[in-house]
């Protein structure tokens, strides 16, 4: 598997996060997406590529219970001392290959991390991972390189995704609630076409 931890890492050390190119500081797209999902103290969300991201800045803000994931425990490391104490938990692990844990999850929020995986054996590991964690009623967002997006991020290749194939994955069980396309500026001024997808589970 090309995004193994090392790579991960050295990027997560080598570089400010102001040059990494999914790097945001306003995360109102993905807040908007889930506008309608209620997100408050009772509310179990797993961030399945946490990283440095400032998402979850507005999460905490949320006071829900958050699950943040990242094959990179640079990363980690770096948002446990941006976050310091509160209501989460953090969690190494590679999302290609089964969650050792059972979690019982309301939101799962993914932006950027399911693109990475190019096998059908590391993707259909992840849905498993989803469809074993999200609980009845709760959400799943998916927001990735759209099918006109780049062929590559991070110097690796990326499987691109369309709404047909995000349903195909997560299986009869998920009714989407809504999708668009979104174009991300990242911080070198170049275009991203995204695809963002929220559905539910029956």
């Not at 400010?16 to 179990?44: K, R």
């Not at 980690?76 to 999850?105: C, I, Q, W």
């Not at 059908?120 to 989803?130: G, K, L, Q």
Request: some cysteine; charged content about 20%; overall charge negative.
């Amino acid at each position: 598997m090309a995004n193994t931890q090392t790579h991960w890492n050295q990027i997560f050390d080598q570089k400010p996060e102001q040059e990494l190119g999914w790097y945001e500081t306003d995360v109102s797209q993905t807040m908007a997406c889930l506008t309608p999902v209620e997100i408050n103290q009772y509310t179990t969300v797993f961030v399945p590529g946490a990283g440095t991201s400032h998402l979850v800045d507005e999460l905490v803000r949320r006071g829900c219970h958050l699950i943040l994931n990242d094959i990179s425990d640079s990363a980690l490391a770096k948002l446990n001392s941006r976050l310091g104490h509160g209501n989460h938990e953090f969690l190494h692990h590679d999302m290609a290959t089964p969650l050792k844990t059972s979690y019982d999850v309301d939101v799962w929020i993914d932006r950027a991390v399911l693109h990475f995986l190019l096998t059908n054996a590391e993707i259909e590991t992840y849905f498993d991972n989803v469809r074993r964690s999200v609980v009845s009623g709760g959400y799943v967002l998916l927001a990735e390189f759209s099918t006109t997006g780049a062929e590559k991020c991070a110097s690796l290749p990326v499987h691109r995704y369309s709404i047909e194939d995000m349903q195909s994955r997560l299986g009869n069980g998920f009714t989407l609630i809504h999708s668009e396309d979104y174009i991300f500026i990242n911080p070198f001024g170049q275009q991203r076409p995204y695809l963002y997808a929220l559905f539910q589970r029956d």
